[in-house]
């Protein structure tokens, strides 16, 4: 990671000790979670946003849940921890249609060696996802082959994605998982 400027590492230090000063600022919590994950010290970022959840309580949303998700996955090196799925299954219990936990639980499915899980999960992020999503691009690259491995002969990818090409046959499968996930 590029050296931060020094301005912004006091401003960080002057966050950091203003949502000491008050742990019960919901604001404080989600700046301080997204700039220590900016900053790249993972641990610290997710686990503010779970301080952040905490406080929240019952008023938590499954936006919420898939943050901090998605935040322990990236700490993990993109390793979908037990911890973040955890997290992902009650952003999904409160939203099924949670097109970003559908691709990080897809995504666990697939480095635990269940093709025919991840391409479900996939597929259904897919038609859950607006085609700008960020993750809709790196489905769109690995949904084939994932149909491919689960046994999907006849699947043709039902998405809108921009960056896509346009819905095809399956070919037999390239890499899996697409090697943009590992980054």
Not at 55 to 64: H, N
Not at 79 to 100: H, I
Not at 131 to 140: D, G, L, R, S
């Amino acid at each position: 990671m590029p050296q931060p400027d020094p301005k912004f590492l006091e401003l960080m230090e002057r966050l950091r000790q203003a949502v000491a000063a008050r742990p019960n600022d919901p604001q404080g919590l989600a700046l301080l979670s997204e700039n220590e994950m900016a900053l790249g010290n993972f641990r610290a970022g997710w686990e503010a946003q779970r301080r952040l959840i905490a406080l929240k309580g019952d008023r938590a949303e499954a936006a919420d849940y898939t943050r901090l998700g998605e935040l322990m996955t990236i700490a993990a090196g993109g390793l979908v921890t037990a911890d973040a799925e955890a997290a992902f299954a009650k952003a999904l219990d409160m939203n099924p249609k949670d097109g970003l936990a559908l691709f990080y639980v897809g995504l666990m499915m697939g480095q635990n060696d269940r093709p025919d899980r991840a391409f479900r999960l996939w597929d259904a992020s897919l038609r859950a996802s607006p085609p700008e999503a960020p993750w809709v691009a790196e489905i769109a690259q690995g949904i084939e082959t994932l149909a491919w491995l689960a046994g999907e002969q006849d699947y043709t990818r039902r998405c809108r994605c921009p960056r896509a090409p346009r819905p095809s046959r399956c070919r037999p499968p390239r890499a899996w998982p697409p090697p943009t996930v590992w980054r």
